[in-house]
């Protein structure tokens, strides 16, 4: 199982080179992936949170993050696919994948607060089709070299779309969430599953449902990995964690591996740059010896 960490852009953080800084000693230390996330405003839970404090730009920051490291992966956990253009995100993704060398691993999903959704000029009621159909775009887009595309929300045809990305056949994309049609989208368009804070059982539950819808969409469950995004924290009812002392925190990241999660992402939920920096350092003595890349 490799492991990833979260550069803690959702945290109301003031000081962004924080972390830059963050994602440079992760690669250091020996870490698989740093990941960033993605909402536009502070509402709903992100305004509980963080309150009117900076939440920043994902791909931004990976830019800038790919520009400062040179092997660690560079992950979205995950961008809100209703929120973005398909086609210019298609483009702003490809250009930091040719940047990275080959780093990006897109995680997408569609979304939760509707005023945001609202804001942002997305139909809340159609996001499922509108993330199904940005995924196709995308994809059409990367891997096609007379790209074309005849949906509800897009068409075009006739030009040609440059950059491809480095990897290929393109970017990996995964799915995130929980819910029973995420893991539905998993097993027909996704490149990987990664929920968000569920107990090992309930992780192996959702583990036989993927397996299940994709073995009847005719899928390889194989070419599905399985990632899961963690915080560092005592677990409170609906969100399981992995805990705050290391050998609590080892034994969590045990049980994932066992269930065959590839990726483990985890997240030290502060606001705060030191205790940040803390964290990855435990982390880093703690829980990478255990699992060698």
Known sequence: MRIGFSLLNNWGIED????VGLASRAEELGFDSVWVHDHVFNVGHVFDRIGGKPYYEPLTLLSFVAARTRRVRLGTSVLVLPYHNAIRLAKTAATLDVLSGGRLVMGVG??????????????FAERGVITDEAIAVMRALWTEE???????????????FS?????KPSIPVVIGGVSRAAIRRAARLGDGWQPLGLAPEALGQGIAALRAEARACGRDVSKIPISIAMSLATSRLGRHALGTEPAEILKNARAY???GVETLVISANTGDPGEARSALEMVAREVLPAFPS
């Not at 950059?163 to 990897?167: H, R």
């Open 16 to 19: 962004a080179q924080a972390l």
């Open 163 to 167: 950059p491809k990305p480095l990897q």
């Open 257 to 259: 591996a066992s269930l």
């Open 110 to 123: 569609v979304g939760l607060i509707e005023k945001e959704m609202q804001a942002m000029g997305s139909a």
């Open 146 to 160: 007379e790209p074309s595309f005849d949906g509800k929300h897009y068409r075009f045809g006739g030009m040609k």
